[in-house]
């Protein structure tokens, strides 16, 4: 299956922001964190911006944790990453809850105001007190243990 998807960048004061919309696909959601790889490796940014505005079935929390291990290595580490899915967080929390474990700076919200305010004020790795329909974070959950477990 192709990925039907566009995508359109703005990169401004040290910060990366991405808008991507589209069918919701492995293969989309793959193909558009390859191009904001691209980017990342182009402008350095201390801050990243994804506003995910895909449409349809939402990623399983194995194909969220099969795109965080593909990406690993990509310039992400060294990021603060705030992904925002303004029409619900669906399943994306696993997205945060894998990238998390895997050393990353990141939060995923639903609102773009909230999560620009977390990445230039927000502290690394917060305690969540904020969290739900803002942003959420969750950092010890049964269903991650059992897919890491299988990773092992």
Not at 19 to 24: D, F, L, P, R
Not at 41 to 49: A, D, I, T, V
Not at 72 to 79: I, S, T
């Amino acid at each position: 299956m192709s990925a039907h998807y566009t995508t359109s960048f703005d990169y401004q004061y040290d910060q990366l922001r991405v808008a991507v919309k589209g069918e919701s696909s492995v293969a989309t959601t793959l193909a558009y964190w390859t191009e904001i790889a691209g980017k990342v490796e182009q402008f350095r940014p201390r801050l990243l911006l994804l506003i995910d505005e895909l449409s349809g079935t939402p990623l399983t929390a194995e194909e969220w944790m099969a795109l965080v291990d593909a990406m690993a290595g990509k310039g992400f580490e060294a990021l603060r990453i705030a992904h925002v899915k303004p029409n619900g967080l669906e399943r994306i929390e696993f997205c945060e809850i894998f990238a998390k474990e895997a050393g990353l700076d990141a939060r995923v919200f639903t609102d773009i105001h909230v999560a620009e305010l977390w990445l230039r004020h927000g502290e690394p790795n917060e305690s969540g007190a904020d969290a739900g329909q803002q942003g959420r974070r969750v950092d010890r959950c049964p269903a991650a243990s059992t897919l890491r477990d299988k990773r092992e």
